[in-house]
């Protein structure tokens, strides 16, 4: 099928102008995906914290006229969103409340966690940062520099992760700026980038973006996150590509989330499809548990169930760890 005019005009923009025009509101999409509103259990209260943010290249690899599309679900605010559930609250991790203050989060040994901006180009319904009112925090140039003292003054650090929000929506200078700051830090190995933009927003691996990383003498490290194989349209891989054939390490991180990826067929297909593009599935997390996410949770149980489906069918490389996050602990703790 090839794409309407408006569409490939839109995609002819650079990134900043595609993350500009992305759907800001339920009619908007619902209109392009040829749905009404009024037969979707869509919620506007629910947008009220957390808006609804959707670039078109993710936008294009939805269904069209499907209310029951796992890309969808992702992102479409509904009314369970305000439904309570026992055991979710809104700091479910138990720490994101004091990172955002200092910007750097040290819980694992070697590794940093870095929260370079609160944004993200996608709002996923399911996320714990939905509830953080950190939406415009910016790690600020001072806050970078402290933080970026913090890992020379330990020499147990051997990697950092950026992270956020999404660290790609940094300009190029910012990130130009903050990795040649890690890159004069010598007991650093590996500078690792935790994002979903090579996914949701594909443009954003421009070949700028490919020098400052490969311009780094450390390590480069990308975890994307991709939770189904339709997330994986022509453009992804011709961004995961460009990384991957610049010595890029790529992994995936999904989360498991119920009428989205809750089986085993569409695991297995998701890891196939990402292996078959160079990525290789790394973690496949439960859920963190934050108010307005109850209806995603698949239980540890059933979790269990899928991954044990997924070992049968698939080489040992192409299973994700089953983890989840407790606050306190050492490490993400695998439960399979
Ligand atoms: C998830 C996480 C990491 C990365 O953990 P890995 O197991 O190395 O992928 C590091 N720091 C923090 C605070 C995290 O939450
Ligand atoms: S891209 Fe990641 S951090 Fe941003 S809303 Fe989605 S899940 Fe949350």
Redesign the pocket.
């Known amino acids: 099928m090839s794409e309407p005019n408006s569409e490939r005009q839109h995609f002819s923009k650079n990134w900043q102008q595609q993350l500009a025009e992305a759907f800001n509101n339920i009619e908007d999409l619902c209109r392009y995906l040829h749905l009404s509103p009024d037969d979707l259990p869509v919620s506007i209260a629910a947008t009220k914290n957390f808006p609804l943010r959707v670039p078109l290249s993710f936008a294009a690899c939805i269904e069209k006229a499907n209310p029951h599309d796992s890309l969808l679900r992702q992102v479409l605010p509904i009314n369970e969103e305000l439904l309570s559930y026992p055991g979710f609250n809104n700091d479910p991790?138990g720490?994101l409340a004091s990172a955002t203050q200092t910007g750097v989060?040290?819980?694992?040994h070697g590794?940093?966690?870095l929260i370079n901006t609160g944004s993200c180009a996608i709002n996923c319904r399911y996320c714990f940062r939905r509830n953080f009112p950190y939406a415009d925090l910016q790690l600020s140039k001072q806050k970078e520099d402290v933080a970026v003292q913090y890992i020379q003054d330990d020499a147990s650090i051997s990697?950092v992760?950026l992270s956020g929000g999404d660290p790609l929506l940094l300009s190029d200078a910012r990130l130009t700026r903050l990795i040649q700051q890690l890159d004069s830090i010598e007991h650093l190995k590996r500078i690792r980038i935790h994002s979903r933009l090579p996914i949701v927003l594909p443009a954003r691996i421009t070949s700028e973006l490919i020098n400052t990383l490969t311009e780094s003498p450390k390590q480069i490290i990308m975890?994307v996150h991709c939770n189904h194989a339709n997330e994986i349209s022509e453009r992804v891989i011709t961004a995961c590509n460009s990384l991957k054939n610049s010595g890029i390490a790529l992994f995936n991180q999904s989360v498991l989330l119920k009428g989205v990826n809750d089986n085993a067929k569409v695991l297995c297909e998701l890891s196939e499809q990402l292996f078959s593009h160079g990525i290789i599935p790394?973690?496949l997390h439960l859920l963190d548990k934050a108010t307005g996410t109850g209806h995603f949770e698949v239980s540890e149980i059933e979790a269990l169930k899928l991954i044990g489906q997924v070992q049968v069918a698939l080489p040992g490389y192409l299973v994700p760890k089953l983890v989840k996050?407790q606050a306190g602990a050492a490490?993400?703790q695998s439960i399979y």
């Open positions: 991790v720490d989060l040290h819980k694992y590794r940093v966690l990697e992760i975890v790394y973690y996050e490490s993400k």
